[in-house]
């Protein structure tokens, strides 16, 4: 199972990213998928998930309204689209997979991780 994650950057506030995360080794359609970030010393936190038919999204607090989460079953791929970056928004962003919309705030949810992709934005 791999789950690589890109399109992270350097970015001024107010701008905007796409991550993508593109899985192999599971069944994608199959596969509730998530994203989390951790900032420097800080844990890591939920960001948004998206259900297996993507019909169901969940956004922690801070993102709602900036933020979207999406899902290509042809590509294998989930999407995060950032928009309106804030320097707090800065971390290392995860990619994770579960089998079930069980708690999908919870990293420990999760049983299938990416290696991560940095976002800095400059105030």
């Known amino acids: 199972v791999q789950l690589q994650a890109s399109g992270g950057g350097l970015v001024q506030a107010g701008g905007s990213l796409r991550l993508s995360c593109a899985v192999s080794?599971?069944?994608?359609?199959?596969?509730?998928m998530g994203w989390f970030r951790q900032a420097p010393g800080k844990e890591r936190e939920f960001v948004a998930a998206i259900s297996r038919s993507g019909a169901t999204t969940d956004y922690t607090d801070s993102v709602k309204g900036r933020f979207t989460i999406s899902r290509d079953s042809a590509k294998n791929t989930v999407y995060l689209q950032m928009n309106s970056l804030k320097p707090e928004d800065t971390a290392v962003y995860y990619c994770?997979?579960?089998?079930?919309?069980?708690?999908?705030?919870?990293?420990?949810?999760?049983?299938?991780w990416g290696q991560g992709t940095q976002v800095t934005v400059s105030s």
């Open positions: 994770a997979a579960t089998g079930e919309w069980v708690y999908p705030r919870r990293s420990t949810s999760y049983g299938h």
């Open positions: 080794g599971l069944t994608f359609s199959r596969y509730v």
